[in-house]
């Protein structure tokens, strides 16, 4: 799959919402929103940046199944995917390098097609908060890939829509700074800003078909 146009990036971003909604996720769900080009206003989008907070399976699973009885042979059903959810869309359970089963994976694997220009960033934090917190790491670490572009916008948070927000989003009405000025604004010092975001942007590009990327603050 190609680029999208700016509607199909918007009319994408809406079914992914409703079937946020409407399913039954591997993990609770608290936001979403969406960040970088499609945030900006352009047409066409390359790449269709979502970012979730999910929430973490503290304490065991809510489903009533018993992860006993989900033979999967995978770690972690019921400790970081629910059990149920795991049962019904057995295609979808995806597994970390450990062999655990990977809420990230699997939020991905749910919401989005292999080949869709789609990229999933998915934490417990919230998107600002993670956004400095991954700003930080890579100035300390100098891992400009990591950084999270802080051009967002809040579209969904515990069920409830922001009309508001999908409606700027449609008609292209959020004014936002070009991503070294958004790093600069977050204390990037500018010469390290604009590499950054050489570095990120070529990171993006790099990028074919759907992917996902998934952390713990």
Known sequence: ????????AVARVEELVARVEDDRMPVPV?????????????????????????????????????????ALGVDGIGETVRADWAAEHTEHVRTNANGYAAPEKCLGAHLVDDDEPVHLEV???????????RLEGALATGDYEQILDPRGACLWVDGQRSEEAFRKLREGEFVLPTLSGALEMLGADPEVAEEAADALRAYRERQEGASVRGDVV
């Open 1 to 8: 799959m190609t680029d999208l146009s700016r509607e199909e």
């Open 30 to 70: 608290r936001e979403i929103w969406v960040f970088g080009d499609v945030t900006l206003g352009l047409d066409p989008v390359e790449r269709l940046d979502v970012y979730l907070t999910k929430d973490i399976l503290v304490g065991g699973d809510d489903s009533e199944v018993d992860p006993d009885d989900v």
């Open 123 to 133: 934490c417990n934090a919230s998107f600002d908060d993670n956004v400095t917190q």
